[in-house]
């Protein structure tokens, strides 16, 4: 399917796992580790499962074993990639809408999800959060189901720097976009109150 020339297009997470193992890992960690660390995979694959109960990656693989058994994921399998182009940076993956049916995508990605605009309301904020502001022109962004069930959820209006950190401990993706310029090593341990640290040193006005 990838023809001789191109590649496949691939989450964050999978390239993560397979740049911390030089290249080259087994087909169990790497399945494992996107289960664990991407919940949009865990999501799209637990489906396949129906009724059961799956509560863990061991649950699922387990499932795999006895109803897809040529799909389960092999200790004794080897997986190899690299990406063959520049990594998108994750606010290259911002969606612009201008109604919900623009949200959606084969992942499913905004499932639950709506088309949002957000608009600055009370404060002040620098130029990159702005331009956030700015380039949503005449529609909005699309807008995953946890972020607009915490908007709808407080009526009188939302603290962006709440907002970010509750985004940073609960969602995979907008944790990358705070992380990105760590090295890997150091990503996955990174608590909220360093990264906001970090930043501040740097952008005094943050606040």
Known sequence: MQGEDGGLCYMGSGVEIIE???GITDSYTYTKYIWENDPMIRAT???Y???SKVESFEDFNNWLIENMPEQQARKDQLVEGKCIDQKLHPLDMIQHCNKTSDCTDAWGHFNGGCCGRIELTKGKADDET????N????G???TTKMQADYVEARKDGVNLMDY???NFENDIISRSTWVYDYP???QESLKWDQVLADVRAVYPDFD
């Open 45 to 47: 694959w637990g489906a």
């Open 140 to 142: 909005g962004y699309c």
């Open 20 to 22: 911390a193992n030089g």
């Open 130 to 133: 702005m331009a956030l502001f």
């Open 164 to 166: 970010s950190q509750y």
């Open 49 to 51: 499962t129906g009724d």
């Open 135 to 138: 380039e949503q022109g005449d």
């Open 184 to 186: 890997m090593e150091v």
